[in-house]
């Protein structure tokens, strides 16, 4: 089956800083992901997604790279503000897992002025 | 507003008593799932339910029910909750689909004692 990590539990950066959030799958055959805020007391929130077709997508300050040769999704993050700060996940839909989506741990992302 | 609504949001119960978490959703929506987050284990799927009448068990499903009677409602039940069971629990809902378009509610923390 499918398994998603994190590398870093924690990320901490400066305001104005640009900040990079990694996650790493197991199955190659996996076709969707998606990255996820949380913050505290509040359920996720849909940040950026990316299908297998696609090695980038841009949003508004968020970029999403996909590379899928390592199996390595990454959150780029522009001019990280305070309000940035939260619990950043991804989540991968296996192939074939009809609205299935297995998540990572989280990085907890801190943000000091 | 187009949302998830869970209740309660948080429950402090014994083991053994029976508990219920409601899950509404007004969007309509085909799909819904249940989800609990622990510590460094990200969110893992209970149960989820393809439509009316229609559910299967997710990836730890042990301990849990759940019926789908109405397209918009979806409760958790828990029979005789254990104190393994405490934990941060998610409903989720999307359109029939590979997994995009989740919308979380805003979270039910169940402490068993």
């Known amino acids: 089956g499918e398994s998603v990590g994190l590398h870093l539990p924690t990320l901490s950066v400066q305001e104005g800083d640009n900040s990079i959030i990694n996650c790493a799958y197991s199955?190659?055959?996996?076709?969707?992901f998606i990255w996820y805020k949380q913050e505290s007391g509040k359920g996720p929130q849909f940040i950026i997604d990316i299908r297998s077709n696609m090695d980038k997508r841009q949003g508004q300050r968020v970029t999403v790279l996909l590379n899928k040769t390592v199996k390595h999704l990454s959150l780029q993050i522009a001019a990280t503000q305070p309000g940035d700060s939260a619990v950043y996940f991804c989540?991968?839909?296996?192939?074939?897992?009809?609205?299935?989506?297995?998540f990572g741990a989280g990085t907890r992302l801190a943000v000091h002025p | 507003e187009a949302q998830v609504t869970q209740n309660p949001r948080y429950l402090i119960t014994v083991t053994g008593k029976k508990l219920t978490v409601t899950c509404s959703q007004n969007m309509n929506h085909e799909y819904m799932s249940w989800y609990r987050q622990d510590p460094g284990l990200g969110l893992r799927q209970i149960y989820y339910s393809m439509n009316v009448e229609v559910t299967d068990k997710g990836d730890v499903p042990e301990g849990y029910k759940v019926s789908r009677k109405e397209k918009r409602n979806f409760p958790l039940i828990l029979e005789s909750p254990s104190p393994n069971q405490t934990s941060l629990y998610f409903c989720?809902?999307?359109?029939?689909?590979?997994?995009?378009?989740?919308?979380f509610g805003s979270g039910t923390r169940l402490t068993i004692v």
């Open positions: 989540a991968v839909n296996p192939t074939g897992g009809y609205n299935k989506l297995i």
């Open positions: 199955n190659s055959a996996s076709d969707y």
């Open positions: 989720a809902s999307s359109p029939a689909g590979t997994g995009d378009g989740y919308t």
